[in-house]
């Protein structure tokens, strides 16, 4: 056993990262929304919503129950692969964004971090295609070496000097 190793078994062991479930978090953000947008666009009161709304809230709920993403899913207004189909989808966006403003009046807070949430998201997947964009690239620079190695024929070969 080495100084090094010696000295690592003092240092705190390091933890792995551990993945949040911020399905009930996001769950009860959309009720709340819903709550807002019904209040001032469907006159109802107390956070109670109208059949419509109650009717998109409980699907919206199922579905994200059974989002393939499980815990790691990311905000539904940034999922690549949205599950509601795209008119429910649309509809749901319109709720979300109706009650943006409303929300951030009365539950400032949990806009604020829905927000720096989605922001990490974004951030998360500018650096995901960003890595993806550069494999691709020295994938493809691999390709053309190999095509350019290839197609040299012999008589392009530097040619040896002879001594004298």
Known sequence: MGILDK?????????????KNNVPK?????RKTFGEYCNA?????DGKLCAKCTAVLSTVL????????SIGKPICEQCETPCFGENFTNEFLAIMKGGQRK??????????KHKLAGLGAEYAKMQRDKKSSDKKKEEAE?????????????????????KK
């Open 7 to 19: 000295l690592k078994s003092f240092l705190p062991k390091r933890k792995e990262p551990e993945l």
């Open 26 to 30: 996001e769950k009860e953000h959309i």
């Open 41 to 45: 666009n469907h006159g109802t009161s």
């Open 62 to 69: 199922i579905k994200i129950s059974r989002c393939p993403y």
């Open 103 to 112: 929300m951030l009046l009365s539950h400032p807070i949990m806009t604020v």
């Open 142 to 162: 691999r390709v053309k070496a190999k095509f350019a190695n290839a197609t040299r024929s012999p008589k392009t070969k530097p040619k040896k000097r002879k």
